[in-house]
Nanobody, 117 residues
Framework: QVQLVESGGGLVQAGGSLRLSCAAS????????MGWYRQAPGKQRDLVAR???????NYADSVKGRFTISRDNAKNTVYLQMNSLKPEDTAVYYC???????????WGQGTQVTVSS
């Protein structure tokens, strides 16, 4: 099992910045990919960004150029730096880590990000 603890959400004005953190504990040796997803009210959970063990990254088109994902393997932590935030970025943000196998898939409890206009 892997446990995930997220932090860094909150309320920010449009144009502002937030940094999310997600620390993993437990069987962290299985972790391959780390990422962030978000879910707005009434909508499905969508990928925001993910980063592989070698540092390769993928971003949703809506956040490219504004958000940056990074990871510290020594601390088993993944970060999401969010700049130039927009009201449409408002959502619950979930941390996700995955191993090599489909059953090695873990989620954090979610952290609320609210961007006011």
């Amino acid at each position: 099992q892997v446990q995930l603890v997220e932090s860094g959400g909150g309320l920010v004005q449009a144009g502002g910045s937030l940094r999310l953190s997600c620390a993993a504990s437990g069987k962290t040796f299985i972790i391959n990919q780390m990422g962030w997803y978000r879910q707005a009210p009434g909508k499905q959970r969508d990928l925001v960004a993910r980063i592989g063990s070698g540092g390769s990254t993928n971003y949703a088109d809506s956040v490219k150029g504004r958000f940056t994902i990074s990871r510290d393997n020594a601390k088993n932590t993944v970060y999401l730096q969010m700049n130039s935030l927009k009201p449409e970025d408002t959502a619950v943000y979930y941390c996700n880590v995955a191993g090599r196998y489909y059953w090695e898939d873990y989620w954090g409890q979610g952290t609320q990000v609210t961007v006011s206009s």
